[in-house]
């Protein structure tokens, strides 16, 4: 017997949904995008028509009433997350959300409650695990292959010039959350902590250094000890000309690295093992698949565990020990002390927001650049 299609919808038709319609579109006998809502309606009926969308609703709030979506794929503005995503959980949809999936620690906490309260789930887009690289690499590790893990360093070097920053909710923590460390290199720290396990401390530092007409950092970098002993460095950036992703592993065995700028392929990696252990890169190439990072990878895993009736990957969990690192940067970059797992309590300044106390420079006299909301 052939099963329904599960019924999807996107909420928030930007630069970012054509991903979702495209990884939707990847799975036609699995999912089908039955409905579109954004706040501008020409700009939702022109992405309907472009995808054959059944559907455009005027709000979230009326589509819900409809009851027939199954999985709601957010993909607002950071501010909106949080309250649209606990919509769709009383309502009963699971929730595919774009990152930085909250504002705060803290109402990722709510929405985990209202998913405890309610049985449905959310996820956070994080399509870089997903790829055959990423999962080969977190096999051998966990195999014992490549050795204990020594030293790792994971660079977002990107470029965004001042007119990226004239949209509505960029550059502020109100609306955006944080810099780079928030909306830029979470992709790629996320990915190191999904290979690395748990992270024990952070040392961090952040600047502003030439995006000045913005509230938050253009760059940050940390020092991190994981739980294992493994070393690393962290490094986000909106101001690198020569762009590029970066992450380099090292282990007792073999060295370990992906350069890239949006997404990868098996192409995109490397391995280098050292003296007497050719017999590791003989194991990457074994099953070589060259699955790509992307949406629709992260869709596939997301539709098994619907049908599983699991938690859908990326899990709340998962999202909770990534957006805690990213507390921990800025309150260690701007409290100028070393943050440890677990230190940032339901009432810290951090948790409640992620620039906490407050960032050490002076934010922008006028909203030039910057239009308010």
Same mark, same amino acid.
């Given at each position: 017997?052939?099963?329904?299609p ?18 939707l ?14 706040v ?5 009926? &022109?992405f309907?028509?472009?995808?054959d969308?059944?559907?455009? =609703?005027?709000s ?14 957010? %993909?607002t503005p950071?501010? &909106? ?6 919509e769709a ?5 699971h929730?595919l959300?774009e990152?930085?999936p909250?504002?705060?620690?803290? *109402? ?8 405890a ?19 080969r690499l ?8 490549? !050795? ?5 360093? %994971? ?14 909710w ?5 609306? *955006?959350?944080?810099?780079p460390t928030m ?5 790629q ?6 290979i690395?396990?748990p992270w024990?401390q ?6 502003r ?5 913005v #509230?938050?950092?253009?760059v ?6 994981f ?6 460095s ?7 000309p020569?762009q ?12 370990v690295?992906?350069t #890239? ?14 003296p007497?252990?050719? *017999? ?6 074994a099953?070589?698949?060259d ?16 049908d599983?009736?699991t938690?859908? /990957?990326?899990?709340?969990a ?6 805690e690192f ?9 409290? !100028? =002390?070393?943050?440890?797992? !677990? ?5 810290? /300044? ?8 407050g =960032? ?9 650049g910057?239009?308010?909301?």
């Amino acid at each position: 017997m052939t099963k329904t299609p599960y019924r999807a919808a996107i909420i928030g038709t930007g630069g970012i949904a054509t991903a979702h319609a495209r990884a939707l579109r990847a799975h036609p006998d699995r999912v089908e995008l039955a409905a579109v809502v954004d706040v501008d309606a020409d700009r939702a009926r &022109t992405f309907a028509a472009t995808w054959d969308v059944p559907t455009v =609703a005027p709000s979230l709030t009326e589509l819900l009433a409809s009851g027939d979506v199954d999985l709601v794929h957010l %993909c607002t503005p950071p501010s &909106t997350h949080a309250p649209l995503a606990i919509e769709a959980l009383r309502a009963g949809a699971h929730v595919l959300v774009e990152k930085p999936p909250t504002l705060s620690l803290s *109402e990722l906490d709510d929405i985990a409650a209202v998913s405890a309260e309610t049985g449905r789930h959310v996820a956070t887009v994080f399509q870089h695990r997903f790829g055959a690289g990423a999962a080969r690499l977190r096999a051998l590790a966990a195999a014992g292959h490549l !050795g204990r893990s020594l030293l790792a360093t %994971c660079d977002t070097l990107w470029y965004r010039d001042d007119a990226y920053f004239a949209a509505p909710w960029r550059g502020k923590w109100e609306t *955006e959350g944080g810099g780079p460390t928030m909306g830029h290199g979470i992709h790629q720290f996320d990915l190191l902590l999904s290979i690395l396990g748990p992270w024990a401390q952070v040392t961090a530092v952040a600047g502003r250094q030439a995006r000045h007409q913005v #509230h938050t950092e253009d760059v940050s970098m940390a020092l991190v000890t994981f739980a294992d002993g493994t070393l690393a460095s962290v490094v986000n950036s909106v101001v690198s000309p020569r762009q590029t992703s970066a992450l380099r592993f090292d282990f007792e065995r073999a060295t370990v690295e992906l350069t #890239h700028l949006y997404g990868y392929t098996d192409d995109h990696w490397t391995v280098t093992p050292a003296p007497g252990n050719g *017999e590791i890169k003989k194991r990457w190439y074994a099953d070589w698949d060259d699955v790509e990072s992307s949406h629709a990878g992260q869709l596939a895993a997301v539709l098994d565990a619907l049908d599983a009736g699991t938690a859908l /990957p990326v899990t709340l969990a998962d999202t909770r020990r990534t957006m805690e690192f990213v507390a921990a940067l800025y309150r260690s970059a701007f409290t !100028g =002390a070393p943050v440890r797992a !677990g230190e940032i309590g339901p009432d810290d /300044p951090f948790a409640l927001r992620m620039n906490g106390v407050g =960032a050490p420079w002076t934010e922008p006299a006028s909203t030039e650049g910057v239009r308010t909301a």
